[in-house]
Nanobody, 114 residues
């Protein structure tokens, strides 16, 4: 069983920042596309951002210019730096590893108060 270990969620005021972290096993991290998804109450889970093993990134339009995804190969960790947070960013954020199969983290709550 592959474990993706997330951390960094919490409660923040609108305009604030948080950084999410997700640690993965080395054999997964080195070749899988790593991503962050989120799911708000009553909504479907959506891709927020992902980064390929080669470093290519993509973002959902609503976070472009505010969120940055990055990966640290020395630590086998992917990060999501979230700035200028808005109440609509409130959701459970899930780390994901994707190649021929999918692996998910347990989720971390991000709450942005207005």
């Amino acid at each position: 069983q592959v474990q993706l270990v997330e951390s960094g969620g919490g409660l923040v005021q609108a305009g604030g920042s948080l950084r999410l972290s997700c640690a993965a096993p080395r054999n997964i991290f080195s070749i899988y596309t790593m991503g962050w998804y989120r799911q708000a109450p009553g909504k479907v889970r959506e891709l927020v951002a992902d980064i390929s093993s080669g470093g290519s990134t993509r973002y959902v339009d609503s976070v472009k210019g505010r969120f940055t995804i990055s990966r640290d190969s020395a630590k086998n960790t992917v990060y999501l730096q979230m700035n200028s947070l808005k109440p609509e960013d409130t959701a459970v954020y899930y780390c994901n590893a994707r190649r021929d199969v999918l692996f998910w983290g347990q989720g971390t709550q991000v709450t942005v108060s207005s």
